[in-house]
């Protein structure tokens, strides 16, 4: 069935003549991909099942209507027979037919009933690993509370990553398999919700809840995934990659993120004062990956919900109140508490965003300056 | 039950000119204002899917900004059942009610002008709600999706505003629009038709008025926060302040849900009257299928939370909205199988309102399928919100509401116009409407299944091919419409003269007056005799 | 049913409006508070 289909859509696209670039490359499904953990397994199993169930029930009445159309016609003689509904049938039909239903329905609800737990219900008896899950307009953001590990998860723009485009991140979320890991998801601004299709866990990203939900990897691989709640302009560009590695990994690949990070909180702390050329080229950086999906590259922002910078008041006024948006945010508003930068990375950016597009004030914000202002 | 109209002397002066129609208090006329507003209305969301489908053509972003996109999506989601479906089954009974029932009018022929004259200046803020961000201060477009889900809503510039104005117009139409139904159907039944005789069609619009004025209301009240929200500084959806943005979910879907059989029930109204008089045979199960709808519309109500599993709700809430929603099948099925056990043993002849009653009982099946698979909740957890929901909806939707509307206009036009709308035209139409849909629609199943979100403008080339499919079934569907037009105009400028019973196989009180019905029909009340021509009855 | 003539049949079609559109109304009203308790028992986190 699954060539059949697929041959089909590919001699259609042949036969109309668009042949879109790079798309006879790529692999294309018509079922769930094959499911990377225990609760997708069986997820997978019940839409099956269900799904077997309605095929059947579809021959059924298609065979029956088809039957009727064909031999219940005026054209081929056919009397109506006006007594129907008078016969016991017509009588008792209307309790024949909704038991009939729901001895299908009670069959589903059952099936389903019994996989919902396991896969609703955190359990609480076994040792969890704790990953928190952050949306933001428009990029994720990975904490792994038990292992003090950040990760920030942005797409990679179509140049870097070519077939794999909206489905490759810059930073994956690694995780271990045969741990049982449990997701606490929120969101930072609007609503989001993770999904990652071999996992098979969808939930919400709710400002101000905590949603969780719970996946024990159970073969090692690279899972693509994507945001699944509108989350506004560029909700399109939300992957998330999955990559799941044997737990001696995983514990290696933390050591490194936390080694990384130590390097960079000293060169941050190091007693070193940084020159305009310097912190422009890192604020750069920094802002367009951080700050550019809302504010723009350009400065520009996507007023109302995100401001421009370029010419605004905060960027152009007091240091100090624009380093205060920058590390506490900007409570009611989409704008996020930065604080969590190290205090080069927080001067670098808000030294780019006084003097770039024209903001030329010539301020120069040391990391020691931000130290002193937290 | 009504013989004053006997008594009242009708000047059958019948206006002319623009006061006709402006100040028309004729349940005909502002019937026909209903269907014709309905009909551009359709031009105008299907022109928005068109767009949609075009962008959706290949990956990459080639005519839309995202934005302007998302803003397509909202508009074509509103247009459609606010502006298109709804105003259809208002027209629809505001023609078809009377004369079904014996009475002179609607019940109250002043309102029943107002809550027409609401829907223009509503769909002008609609319109508007669309526009206004392409003009200078005009602010961001409305990216929100027809849910207007908070916070995104919230961070909206100036056009939610005249998007939440647009939607307490409508809501005040069609709950003005409900009560006239009800009333005219309580009060106004010829002498001797009891309620458990009505056509079933009135029983479908009984219903779905009742819904209306239990529903929108919800739906007003929330949106009202929304606009309180944004403006007033309350926080009844804002975290930060102590608010919930999960509330206005609730409040959404609450009325969200019971709206999807109030564009289905009348439609099933239509099918009711359409499939007997092509199978030659009585309506099978008339009282079941009364029982079923009241059935459907009472659960219906309770169910609202199965469009966001994904919420975190605890595992009794969703046990229950799941078992919740695997039941309505139970009297979904029962009409469907109503329906199929009318054609059975009948003597069919497949005139175009026969052609798409056939595909509704098939199509609609399919989809209701597909709908008890999103009803279980793990399942769901894949399902949700995926381009599967896109195609499950428009599966129950066209079919359950849209082709249902056709049947109706193609099976009563006649009796409007006078005039026989061409046959061979018509089942061109749905054949290349049927199809069409089926490429749009089909493909958009396993999209959603191998992964692909709903409402985004970009896609990896993984979801090409289906997605060139299903745009170049858009095409195809999108202009079978420009024949429906054609068909229509036709018909009413002229064409071969309909008889009082246009069909063979109909019955009931509206084929006893004359095709076209006088301006004023049913003012003396219909005769004992006309009142046992129903489909009922062995016939 | 009995007959009426157009005055009573008036009267009774205008009584019956606006008992419907108070019930409308009233569900509008009551909208707010109930569903603030409907959402709060079944959000409760597992």
């Known amino acids: ?50 799904m077997r169930v309605s095929t059947l029930l579809l021959v059924i009445v298609f065979a029956i209507v088809f039957y009727s159309l064909y031999f219940h016609r005026k054209s081929r003689g056919y009397k109506a027979d006006q007594k129907f509904h008078d016969t016991w049938f017509g009588h008792w039909s209307w309790i024949i037919v909704p038991t009939l239903v729901l001895g299908v ?60 485009y909206l489905r490759e991140v810059d930073n994956r979320l690694v995780l271990p398999v045969g741990t049982n890991i449990r997701f606490l998801h929120t969101s930072a601004d609007v609503l989001h919700a993770f999904w990652v299709p071999e996992l098979a866990v969808k939930k919400d990203a709710i400002p101000g809840y905590v949603t969780e939900t719970w996946v024990e990897i159970t073969r090692e691989g690279v899972f693509r995934g994507q945001c699944a709640e509108l989350c506004g302009t560029w909700h399109a560009r939300m992957p998330i990659v999955v990559e799941a590695v044997p737990k001696e990994q995983f514990l290696a690949w933390i050591d490194e993120r936390n080694a990384a990070k130590a390097a960079a909180a000293a060169e941050a702390s190091a007693d070193k004062t940084w020159t305009m050329e310097e912190l422009m080229a890192k604020g750069e950086e920094l802002y367009n990956t951080k700050c550019g999906a809302c504010h723009q590259v350009t400065g520009i922002g996507l007023p109302p919900a995100f401001p421009p910078l370029k ?64 | 039950m009504s013989t004053y109209a006997a008594e009242h002397h009708h000047d059958d002066h019948v206006p002319t000119g623009w006061r006709r129609w402006v100040f028309s208090t004729n349940h005909k006329d502002i019937g026909t204002l209903y269907l014709l507003f309905a009909l551009c209305m359709l031009f105008l ?76 200046a509503a769909a002008t803020m609609l319109i508007l709600s669309f526009v206004v961000p392409f003009f200078p201060g005009g602010g961001s477009q409305i990216n929100t999706g027809w849910t207007l889900y908070p916070p995104l809503s919230l961070q909206v510039g100036m056009s939610m505003d005249f998007l939440i104005f647009a939607i307490h117009l409508l809501g005040i139409s069609s709950v003005l629009a409900s009560i006239n139904i009800i009333v005219t159907l309580f009060n106004m039944r010829a002498p001797g038709m009891t309620l458990m005789q009505m056509p079933m069609f009135c029983w479908t619009w009984l ?75 009585p309506l099978f199960g008339y009282k079941s299928m ?56 009948g003597s069919m002849t497949f005139e175009t309102p026969m052609l798409f009653a056939v595909a509704i009982i098939l199509m609609f099946t399919f989809g209701g399928l597909s709908g008890v698979m999103l009803a279980v909740v793990p399942a769901d957890m894949q399902y949700h919100d995926s381009m599967f929901v896109v195609a499950h909806f428009h599966y129950v939707l066209m079919p359950g509401a849209v082709f249902g509307l056709f049947a109706g206009v193609f099976y009563w036009l006649p009796k409007w116009t006078g005039h026989m709308y061409d046959e061979v035209l018509a089942k061109w139409f749905f054949w290349i409407n ?75 009180l509206e084929w006893h007056l004359d095709s076209p019905p006088a301006f004023h029909s049913w003012s003396t009340a219909p005769k004992a005799i006309e009142l046992t021509d129903t489909y009922e009855k062995p016939q | 049913m009995k007959n009426l003539n157009e005055q009573q049949q008036k009267k009774k079609n205008t009584r019956l409006a606006i008992a419907l559109g108070a019930f409308a109304l009233l569900v509008l009203v009551t909208s707010f508070p109930f569903w603030q308790a409907v959402l709060v028992e079944i959000s409760k986190s597992n």
């Open chain 2, 434 to 508: 049927v199809i069409g849909f089926n490429i749009t629609f089909f493909p958009q199943h396993f999209l959603g299944l191998a992964g692909m979100p709903r409402r985004i403008v970009d896609y990896n080339v993984m979801f090409t091919e289906f997605n060139v499919v299903s745009s170049i079934g858009a095409i195809i569907f999108g202009l079978s419409h420009l024949l429906l037009l054609y068909i229509v105009i036709k018909t009413i400028r002229g064409g071969k003269k309909a008889d009082a019973k246009v069909w063979e196989g109909a019955h009931g």
């Open chain 1, 311 to 374: 010419g605004s008041a905060i960027a152009t006024g007091p240091i100090d109140a624009h380093l205060d948006i920058v590390i506490k945010g900007q409570p009611g508003t989409a704008m996020m508490a930065w604080g969590g930068l190290n205090d080069l990375e927080i001067a670098a950016i808000v030294t780019y965003e006084r003097n770039a597009w024209g903001n030329n004030t010539g301020d120069l914000v040391q990391p020691a300056d931000v130290k002193q202002h937290r």
């Open chain 2, 290 to 345: 009364v029982g079923s709808m009241l059935a459907v519309a009472t659960i219906g109500m309770v169910v609202w939370a199965h469009h966001q599993y994904t919420i975190g709700m605890s595992l009794g809430a969703v046990t229950y909205f799941m078992i919740g929603t695997i039941i309505i099948s139970i009297p979904v099925g029962l009409m469907i199988f109503n329906f199929i056990a009318t054609m059975w043993r």
């Open chain 2, 207 to 281: 219903v779905t008025a009742f819904l209306l004025i239990l529903v929108v209301p919800v739906l007003a009240g929330g949106v009202t926060m929304l606009l309180f929200d944004r403006h007033f500084g309350t926080s009844f959806f804002d975290a930060a302040g102590g608010g919930d943005p999960v509330l206005f979910q609730h409040l959404f879907w609450f009325f969200g849900h019971p709206e999807v059989y109030v564009l289905l029930l009348p439609s099933i109204g239509v099918l009711a009257h359409v499939i007997p008089t092509f199978s030659r045979k």
């Open chain 2, 45 to 120: 969301g299907g022109a928005s899917a068109m767009l949609i489908r075009a962008e959706l053509f290949q990956p990459g972003i080639q005519l839309l900004h995202p934005d302007l996109y998302n803003n397509l999506v909202t508009n074509h989601a509103l247009i459609m059942i606010f502006g298109a479906v709804m105003p259809a089954a208002a027209g629809l009974a505001n023609w078809m009610i009377p004369l079904m029932i014996g009475a002179p009018d609607m019940a109250l022929p002043r309102m029943n002008n107002l809550s027409f004259w609401i829907l223009p």
């Open chain 1, 105 to 164: 329905d009670l069959t589903i609800a059952n099936n389903a009933n019994a996989v919902l737990e396991k896969v609703w219900v955190v359990p609480d008896d076994k040792e969890l690993m704790d990953v928190k899950v952050t949306g933001h307009q428009w990029w994720w953001e990975f904490d792994y509370l038990d292992h003090g590990v950040k990760v920030e998860s942005r797409y990679v723009p179509k140049e870097d990553s070519g077939d794999l």
């Open chain 1, 1 to 50: 069935m699954r060539f059949l289909v697929s041959g089909l859509a590919r001699w259609v696209v042949l036969f109309v003549g668009f042949f879109g670039a790079g798309s006879v490359y790529a692999e294309y499904g018509v079922n769930f991909p094959e499911p990377a953990s225990g609760s997708a397994q069986e997820i997978y199993d019940i839409h099956m099942m269900t």
